[in-house]
């Protein structure tokens, strides 16, 4: 198991948990809430949602603090399933994650930063169509040469820019606290009535969606060997950022509530924006889009940030990815941020990539629960091994975990893998629809792995005969 060399650990603890914090907190928190109060209509329940939510992430982040602990190298679930269960099955996860597991969330990122900032600059966002593209590739660029010029500039632009959005959030939070002019009058305790929104099937459709808001809780296990002391820094900022974001989403969702009747969020997109106009009047919308184009700055920095690590610990594998994975004189994976950065901004100009990230999400959370479940698997195998961390709560941690996120897939797969594939032999067409987005998801989820399988096996075939020529 091959280790970083200690002069490339060079990410503190405050830029791993900075890190964390900036992958989970982008638009999602402030457009979720109009659609889950559709069909419940009640504060407590609506609140418990990100509350439990939460619960989840925090459970992921116990049991990856665990084989963090355990394996301190960066390459996040690629490392783990390698070493847990087959170097194929980690392979196809590093893949997943190198191609596109990535450069689609970086693409959708910097297109939403686009169209809030054209929101926030002119009277409509269809004004200038092309504009929020052009902002959407300038900021991927821009990120991209910091992050690949100085590993502690880009730490430090990471820091600042996710205390930037902390800084707008606790303003925001504050605000609706203080200054709205006409607060409801709500209840955060359950009422009678509570209990049957939470057992309905809309809460558990509505916690998938939460649980989308969520993701990145596992993102400093990306950069692990690159983090000082990862054994006790990387479960500290996994547990510490994921803590921080669960706070704030639950606060912001109260203020929400506590600004705007919930009839009249039900069924918006952007209930940031209707809550924006409660407090500050008419100028409100203005200032909800700069916000949440500001606090997406860090979210697109973050995962530039963190991805290439993928490609770097693929690279120290298999001979083929050498060149690709290969770092700069201070470390820098240079190549493979480019390569990252070129893919999204492929996305973004192709407007491709809600189609790759809906259909990448399912393969993902394959891995992730497969990376949790290994957890069981290393503490049988391995009884009586000295561990720096152990996952808090184990085993129950690990089975809300396995549960809620196996919930999530089936939702996934429901919703968009299972309708893709009937689509393939022409069942149940949607008219309104190409043939060919309908058949979109499935095909590159499958196909992803598919190729992800064909390119590990001519790659372990190369590595195979370079080790049987040096034996020679």
Sequence with gaps: MSQSSPSQTQVSFLTAVSIVVANMIGSGVFTSLGFQAIDIKSVFPLLLLWIVGGIIALCGAFNYGELA?????????????????????????????????????????????????????????????????????????????????????????????????LLLIIIFILAGLIITPNPQAISVLPQASDWNYIWQPAFAVSLAYVSFAYSGWNASAYLAGEIENPRKNVPKSLFLGTMIVMIAYVLLNFIFLYTTPIEQL????????????????????????????LLLISSISAMIFAGPRVTKAIGEDFEIFKQIASTNSKGIPTKAIFLQSGIAIMLVITSSFEDVLYAIAFVLEIFTISTVLGVFVLRFKERESFLAYKAWGYPITTIIFIA?????????????????????????????????????????????????????????????????????
Excluded at 136 to 148: D, E, M, N
Aim: charged share 15%; glycine share 8%; net charge positive.
């Design 69 to 165: 602990a355990r394996m301190p190298r960066s390459g996040g679930e690629y490392h783990y399933l390698s070493q847990i269960y087959h170097r194929g099955f980690g392979f196809l996860s590093g893949w997943v994650s190198a191609t596109v597991g990535f450069a689609a969330p970086i693409a959708l990122a910097a297109m939403a930063l686009g169209e809030y900032a054209s929101d926030a600059i002119f009277a409509s966002k269809n004004e200038y169509p092309i504009f929020h593209k052009i902002i959407a590739v300038a900021v991927i660029l821009t990120i991209t040469f910091i992050h690949a010029t100085d590993i502690r500039k880009g730490s430090f632009f990471q820091q600042y820019s996710t205390a930037l959005k």
């Design 266 to 293: 039900a069924g918006k997109l952007d209930v940031g924006y209707e809550s924006a106009k409660m407090i500050f009047g008419s100028i409100g919308g203005k200032i909800m889009a700069s916000m949440i184009a």
């Design 404 to 472: 809620g996120t196996a919930w999530t897939m089936i939702f996934l797969f429901q919703e968009r893998i299972l309708p893709s594939l009937k689509a393939i032999v022409g069942i149940n067409l949607n008219p309104e629809k190409t043939y060919i987005s309908q058949i979109m998801p499935a095909i590159l989820a499958v196909g992803t792995l598919c190729i992800g399988l064909i390119v590990f096996l001519i790659s372990d075939k190369i590595n195979q005969k370079i080790k049987e020529t040096k034996k020679v």
